[in-house]
């Protein structure tokens, strides 16, 4: 007896469109003729095939099916049906959860966007690819961009989707080898699920053809500078005074990187390159996709948000705060910037010190024992609790029995 062809299908081999029986074909609904250009007809023929779904199974959902397979579950059909939609054809999982975005047409706003991120690149000597396969990320990714030194994959998000969603997509690319940057024209108190990737917001416009004639896109979350103020300044990422280095709260007397949305610290950025999209008072899309694609912004997590900063700041940042490319870039969403600590560990840290905060220039980097995962970064309070600080409350103690030894 012949086996059904969703038992006969091998999900891994084919991209993430939808698997049309009666003809055998992957239709990818992203691109043009579906991705079938020697096949004009099959949009007419597939609208009139009817019915579909569970009773005409017709249309297969070959990224379902690939989820499984990946997850280790057993081979099961995803039967689709194709409706209309206000920007055209969409083709829907018959058990009512919603179309994955790769199935769905794109919206004006979401194809200029696009358009905007590609000419960008373009013109400052990058090697653009629209809707190119990802082998390797098994994804396809709305723009891709080769630079002289990095591979930068564009993602559009003008939809409100899953978190969980984003940072597989996010994971993905990154495995791959490419640093992705997202773009959402939603405000920046509605982009929530994009805070765990590096993302940039744009303002809404109300014709989706200002996107590709505005001359500046101004940055309205995503991006930020940074400028030196003595220890015991505001800080917006944290929200309190304590010393970035230390994290305590008696000043420390040094000089730190601050984030602020002082407009001159933003115009410093166009004296520092030579962009042929400079920066001005504030940041803008343009000039943040060109510096992205040679390397002169990086993304940096702190807390659960990924932001992108410059380069000449990233290592003295990370120096101060912790992290690394990969926190930023992973597709994690941690809800702090440190390690869980107890209460005990907090409190200890405050009171049990002998003496005042080591100077900032020389701290040793945490052996990662007391607060787990802190390894090779900054010491903080809980360190003075571990028998491997330089900063524990009983090194004397040890000293002694040292040398009595």
């Not at 940072?167 to 982009?191: C, F, M, S």
């Not at 590096?198 to 995503?222: F, N, W």
């Not at 948000?305 to 380069?311: D, G, S």
């Amino acid at each position: 007896m012949t086996q059904p062809v969703w038992q006969q299908l091998d999900p891994l081999t084919f991209n993430d469109g939808v698997y049309y029986v009666p003809a055998g074909v992957e239709l990818q609904p992203r691109l043009s003729d579906w991705g079938q250009p020697d096949q004009p007809a099959l949009r007419e023929r597939l609208a009139n095939d009817r019915p579909h779904g569970i009773r005409g199974q017709k249309l297969l959902c070959l990224l379902c099916m690939r989820h499984r397979a990946q997850n280790g579950l057993g081979r099961s059909p995803v039967w689709m049906t194709l409706v209309e939609g206000p920007y055209g054809p969409v083709f829907r999982h018959e058990d009512g959860r919603s179309p994955h975005p790769e199935h769905e047409p794109e919206t004006d706003t979401h194809k200029a966007l696009k358009e905007r991120k590609a000419r960008t690149w373009r013109s400052v000597g990058g090697d653009v690819k629209l809707e190119v396969w990802r082998p390797r990320a098994r994804r396809r990714p709305d723009v891709v961009a080769v630079g002289p030194v990095l591979t930068v994959a564009g993602e559009v998000q003008h939809s409100k989707v899953a978190p969980g969603d984003i940072r597989a997509r996010q994971k993905a690319l990154h495995k791959a080898g490419d640093r992705v940057v997202w773009t959402t024209d939603r405000n920046a108190d509605d982009i929530a699920f994009l805070h765990p990737v590096p993302h940039l917001s744009v303002p809404a416009l109300s014709d989706y053809r200002l996107y590709l004639t505005e001359p500046r896109l101004e940055i309205g979350a995503g991006a930020i500078t940074f400028e030196a103020q003595r220890c015991g300044w505001a800080d917006l990422w944290t929200g309190t005074n304590r010393c970035p280095v230390t994290r305590r709260a008696v000043p420390c007397g040094r000089l730190h990187l601050y984030p602020t949305f002082n407009p001159r610290s933003y115009s410093r950025e166009k004296a520092a390159t030579t962009a042929v999209f400079p920066c001005g008072p504030r940041p803008h899309l343009d000039h943040l996709l060109e510096g992205i694609l040679h390397g002169s912004w990086l993304p940096y997590r702190h807390r659960d948000r990924v932001t992108w900063i410059p380069a000449a700041s990233h290592m003295e940042v990370v120096a101060e705060r912790g992290g690394t490319l990969e926190l930023a870039e992973g597709g994690s969403a941690p809800r702090r910037d440190r390690t869980n600590e107890r209460a005990c560990e907090r409190r200890a840290g405050a009171v049990a010190a002998q003496s005042g905060a080591p100077e900032a220039g020389n701290l040793s980097s945490c052996c990662g024992e007391k607060p787990p995962g802190r390894a090779g970064q900054p010491v903080v309070p809980a360190c003075q609790l571990c028998r491997h600080s330089p900063t524990y409350y009983r090194r004397d103690e040890l000293d002694r029995e040292a040398a009595q030894a």
